[in-house]
């Protein structure tokens, strides 16, 4: 059985299948997490604005040889993960937009349609790069439902106060501005080196833009893991 044919098996099971084009083939970043294995491979460049077209085409051409297969009753989502998508320039932003339209005209053909576009951050992002980002959120939710997901990380992601503070910034302008439905999902990642920082100082910023969020009126899945340096996990 294909790798292709196999998702499709599990999809039945699960009445879920999420297709993530840039999951292993886009590792660029803006940040610089000392449990990422980006620092060890060779993709810490923006891939060309031809390769990354040749992404989404291959996405598009997937679902062309796949949809057919999908049961209607499962649930298609788009996963754009990176590294950090969200930094890119107007031109790789028409080419995410391409192929979110395509890949729905190709999935119409075939009865199907995309039942939710996730978009993942760090929202470690400049005011103009936050404003593409919502320019390319609205334009998703013509398409489907649009969720935005990050993650609150004190130890592996937030490595300054200016970081922190960059974060919430950007995610209460988002909760408080943005005409979001569902409204954005955030996760606590917790390690055991920021619990026990969390326990014993409760008074520390990184807890106090944490309750400042948690203020906001939102739910918070909370992953608890221990961080391997520059591993895949």
Request: charge should be negative; hydrophobic fraction near 35%; charged fraction near 30%.
């Amino acid at each position: 059985m294909s790798y292709s044919d196999d998702v499709i098996q599990r999809s039945k099971l699960n009445k879920q299948i999420t297709i993530s084009p840039f999951a292993q083939s886009f590792r660029w970043c803006n940040n610089d997490c000392d449990f990422c294995y980006l620092k060890t491979t060779m993709f810490q460049k923006p891939l060309s604005k031809s390769d990354f077209k040749q992404l989404c085409i291959n996405t598009i051409n997937w679902f062309d040889e796949y949809a057919i297969k999908i049961p209607e009753d499962v649930n298609i989502m788009i996963l754009l993960i990176g590294g950090e998508l969200y930094c890119l320039d107007d031109e790789y932003y028409k080419l995410l937009e391409f192929l979110i339209e395509e890949s729905s005209k190709v999935l119409k053909k075939y009865d199907r349609k995309i039942g939710n576009i996730g978009l993942v951050s760090n929202l470690l992002l400049s005011n103009d790069r936050l404003e593409r980002l919502h320019k390319f959120y609205e334009f998703c939710k013509t398409i489907s439902t649009t969720d935005i997901n990050t993650s609150y990380d004190i130890e592996g992601r937030f490595k300054t106060k200016e970081k922190v503070e960059l974060w919430y910034n950007n995610f209460s302008t988002i909760a408080n501005t943005w005409n979001c439905n569902p409204r954005p999902e955030f996760e606590m990642v917790l390690t055991k080196s920021s619990i026990l920082k969390f326990i014993n100082d409760e008074n520390c910023f990184e807890v106090d833009y944490f309750k400042k969020a948690l203020n906001l009126g939102y739910k918070v899945d909370f992953c608890t893991k221990e961080y391997q340096p520059n591993s895949k996990e």
